[in-house]
């Protein structure tokens, strides 16, 4: 069995499940924002946060550790090889606005959401909130996309 071959297709898969699920959560959410309606909004935000769970950090770990482990299995130091170190660098930063933005912000929605799913009246906090995650969420998906340039042309100079 081709090792480099195999991680090479998990860390794909990683990369298909990461971003089409931060692609199709955001608009998911964007969409269930749009309507104002409280239970189709609540439904939606428990949805983004349970599949965030899932799919994104399910796709975090495949491509990571299909990633760096093709990387040191194959001696790439993938600090100094400009193309894998771009790809790393983009892909924390966008780690750290998960982590530090985006989940504590969605967390707090989700509790939101369960209080006035049954309710008519969102609280303008939850709207705040919401504008804070379109923005960091756009930056955080923007920052992988760029990786498929780095990922695929691999540029040297």
């Given at each position: 069995?081709?090792?480099?071959?195999?991680?090479?297709?998990?860390?794909?898969?990683?990369i298909?499940?990461f971003?089409?699920?931060?692609?199709?959560?955001?608009?998911?959410?964007?969409?269930?924002?749009?309507?104002?309606?409280?239970?189709?909004?609540?439904?939606?935000q428990?949805?983004?946060?349970?599949?965030?769970y899932?799919f994104?950090?399910?796709?975090?770990?495949?491509v990571?550790?299909?990633?760096?482990?093709?990387?040191?299995?194959?001696?790439?130091d993938?600090?100094?090889?400009?193309?894998?170190?771009?790809?790393y660098?983009?892909?924390?930063?966008s780690?750290?606005?998960?982590?530090?933005?985006?989940?504590?912000?969605q967390?707090?929605?989700?509790?939101?959401?369960?209080?006035?799913?049954?309710?008519?009246?969102?609280?303008?906090?939850?709207?705040?909130?919401?504008?804070i995650?379109?923005?960091?969420?756009?930056?955080?998906?923007?920052?992988?996309?760029?990786?498929?340039y780095?990922?695929?042309?691999?540029?040297?100079?």
């Amino acid at each position: 069995m081709d090792t480099y071959l195999l991680l090479k297709s998990l860390h794909i898969l990683g990369i298909v499940l990461f971003l089409g699920n931060i692609i199709v959560s955001g608009w998911w959410k964007f969409m269930a924002d749009r309507t104002r309606n409280p239970a189709i909004i609540a439904f939606a935000q428990r949805q983004v946060t349970l599949t965030d769970y899932v799919f994104t950090l399910g796709g975090v770990l495949l491509v990571l550790g299909a990633g760096l482990g093709n990387a040191i299995l194959h001696d790439m130091d993938y600090l100094s090889v400009k193309w894998l170190a771009w790809g790393y660098w983009l892909f924390m930063v966008s780690g750290v606005i998960w982590v530090t933005v985006l989940i504590p912000v969605q967390v707090r929605q989700a509790r939101m959401a369960k209080t006035f799913a049954a309710s008519s009246e969102i609280p303008e906090s939850y709207w705040r909130l919401s504008n804070i995650w379109g923005l960091f969420g756009t930056l955080a998906t923007l920052l992988p996309l760029f990786n498929i340039y780095w990922m695929v042309f691999k540029p040297v100079g």
